[in-house]
């Protein structure tokens, strides 16, 4: 036999001549085209490729893949004839490479997630839903809303959403705009257009029938990658194929001691290659959901629940936290190091102790004894957002029952907050004094809307802050009262189809429309502006320092105060202005004016 490609997944090889799965052939599941399709398989010669000879298969008769034996078997490693050359594995270290820990870790971890999981509606709608594109729709949503979204924040949109589009067809038949008004504060818009998208070329494609493999609906479908697809297909087909995610990554990397940047190549591959060894054959989905759920509520980033693992005699991070403690401790005591290494036998990697294993961590980042499991994984260093200055002008006039109206724009169709609305916006340089920036503001908004605005009435605002995930945004804020009851009602004209859609908007439709979380906070600024230019000022000069007797208590109860007196104090009303209160009995300062 001629080595081919070692299979993770099998612990087996393919051949060259036998190009599928060494294992089960054809007929495997996962490797069932293995070189196209199987990750797991694709992984070891990625790796192989990475390490370029510096990585250490494991050895007959060492650490755990001594246990096995023969050739071309289950969890055994390669047994090399002489006719076959010697790829470059990674160190059994990290790999899983024993049938019976393997099994062990499987039991362990569905056994915890049958016991404990979170009741989330997108799971209960998994379980229950028989029709499987339905089910696999469900999936697909709760997947994308959970990318770079906290559960907490996901589960009432996808409630809202399953409730007004619950089947591809409706979501298929929604505009753009209803999906983004749904989707309006939930961030990376791009996701709820790239969902519709996707929901459109099933139904008119492929004749509403959702792809049916992991391979096909990355395949297919717009926006849906390895992970989102793995995903789908584990938990809607029952697919036995891994997905890794962030929580994931970060399981793994603690349970192997994989701690090199876990963006780079070598360690994606890895990661990819033991998630499809580990994924149960029975329960994919359950189980992919049980690795997530472990990483999200236990091997949390920072204080990870060790003690509560259910993996964690399968957990190297956690043995080697217990060695340096063990060591540390017969140091402390003056004892000799121990000669008995911890039970079972782990044996390190080879290759990172000399600084040249590409899943190991770089040998300039020692062992950080105050981190524990939390060496692992290191953080690639984050690429700082870059600062933008944006002008914007807020303009406002009388609706037709004297309510506020508000003029808003629709954003271009591509790009940052795609097809949302906003109050009309202008990139403007850092370093545009006040004025060039009313006058620029001013003319953007008479070329986009056709509404006249004289750049001396503008009023400054102040500035809000929102960071996008690339962005650091400030938005300086104007506002502007138009005279009259219906002053300036700017259309999109139809001889200039280049200008952006606009409409007037009262405040509970702008609430309700597409519209990003910055826009509402640039709202909230203009209002906490006006009510503050309402409030009463009336309070004297006089009045300052002179003590009024026995009106501590009372003020403070009978304004929207907080806190007691006691030396001279400030305490904020809700209103955002400051009430001066001296020594107990003495008011110094109060802005509204009022006396008890
Ligand atoms: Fe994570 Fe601790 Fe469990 Fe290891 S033992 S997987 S570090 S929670
Ligand atoms: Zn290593």
């Known amino acids: 036999m001629v080595c081919g490609v070692w299979s993770i997944d099998h612990g087996a090889w ?36 990475a390490a370029a000879g510096i990585g250490r298969r494991p050895q007959p008769g060492t650490g755990p893949a001594k246990r096995s034996s023969g050739r071309c078997r289950e969890t055994t490693a390669p047994q090399r004839g002489a006719s076959c050359p010697a790829p470059a594995q990674p160190s059994a270290f990290h790999l899983f490479v024993d049938t019976a820990e393997i099994e062990a870790f499987r039991t362990s ?60 067809q409706a979501l298929a038949d929604a505009s753009l705009e209803e999906v983004n008004a749904l989707w309006a504060g939930l961030g990376y818009y791009s996701r709820g257009k790239r969902l519709q998208e996707g929901a459109r070329k099933v139904v008119s494609e492929l004749a509403g029938r959702m792809p049916r493999t992991a391979e096909e609906l990355q395949k297919l479908l717009p926006g849906v990658g390895r992970y989102t697809a793995g995903a789908i297909a584990s938990i809607s087909y029952g697919q036995a194929t891994g997905v890794v995610d962030g929580n994931v990554t970060r399981v793994l990397c603690r349970l192997r001691c994989l701690g090199a940047d876990t963006s780079s190549p070598p360690v994606t591959e890895h990661l990819w290659g033991l998630a499809h060894t580990l994924v149960d054959r029975a329960r994919p989905g359950d189980f992919n959901q049980a690795l997530m759920e472990l990483g999200a509520t236990v091997c949390s980033p920072k204080a990870p629940l060790c003690a509560e693992c259910p993996v964690r005699p399968h957990c190297w991070a956690q043995r080697r936290v217990e060695k340096e403690l063990e060591v540390a401790s017969r140091r402390l005591l003056g004892k000799a190091p121990s000669s008995c290494p911890p039970e079972p036998d782990i044996e390190e990697c080879a290759a990172g102790a000399s600084g040249s294993c590409p899943l190991c961590p770089p040998a300039l980042e020692p062992w950080d004894g105050s981190l524990r499991v939390a060496n692992f994984p290191r953080k690639a260093a984050k690429k700082q957002p870059r600062a933008e200055r944006t002008a914007t002008c807020v303009l406002e006039r009388s609706g037709r029952r004297g309510e506020p109206e508000f003029l808003i724009v629709q954003r271009p169709s591509s790009g940052l907050l795609a097809g949302l609305w906003e109050f009309p916006s202008l990139l403007v340089a850092p370093e545009l004094k006040e004025k060039q920036q009313r006058e620029a503001l001013a003319g953007h908004v008479r070329a986009q809307t056709g509404t006249a605005v004289a750049a001396g009435r503008l009023r400054h605002v102040g500035e809000v802050v929102h960071v996008f995930s690339h962005i650091h945004q400030t938005y300086v804020v104007y506002s502007l009262l138009l005279d009259g009851p219906r002053a300036a009602a700017p259309v999109k004209r139809e001889e200039e189809p280049e200008l952006p859609a606009s409409r007037w908007v009262t405040k509970a439709d702008f609430q309700a429309a597409a519209v990003s979380t910055a826009m509402k906070k640039v709202l909230q600024a203009c209002e906490r502006q006006s009510r503050e230019e309402k409030m009463p000022r009336t309070v ?38 400051t009430c001066l209160l001296g020594p107990p009995g003495h008011l110094l300062f109060c802005p509204w004016g009022l006396r008890p």
Request: hydrophobic share 35%; glycine share 6%.
């Open 14 to 49: 393919s051949t060259a001549s036998s190009p599928q799965c060494a294992v089960h052939g054809s007929s495997c599941t996962v490797h069932s085209a293995w070189s196209t399709a199987c990750g797991a398989c694709q992984t070891m010669g990625r790796l192989r490729a």
């Open 109 to 168: 971890l569905l056994a915890w997630y049958d016991r404990c999981k979170r009741d989330l509606p997108w799971r209960r709608l998994a379980e229950s839903e028989p029709d499987v594109d339905r089910r696999a729709y469900s999936v697909w949503v709760s997947e994308v809303m959970l990318q770079q979204t906290q559960v907490a924040t996901v589960m009432d949109y996808y409630t809202r959403w399953m409730q007004k589009w619950p089947t591809l």
């Open 540 to 577: 004297s000069t006089s009045a300052w320092a002179r003590p009024v007797s026995g009106t501590t208590a009372q003020h403070v109860s009978a304004l929207p105060c907080v806190g007691r007196a006691g030396g001279v104090s400030s305490f904020p009303h809700a209103q955002g202005t």
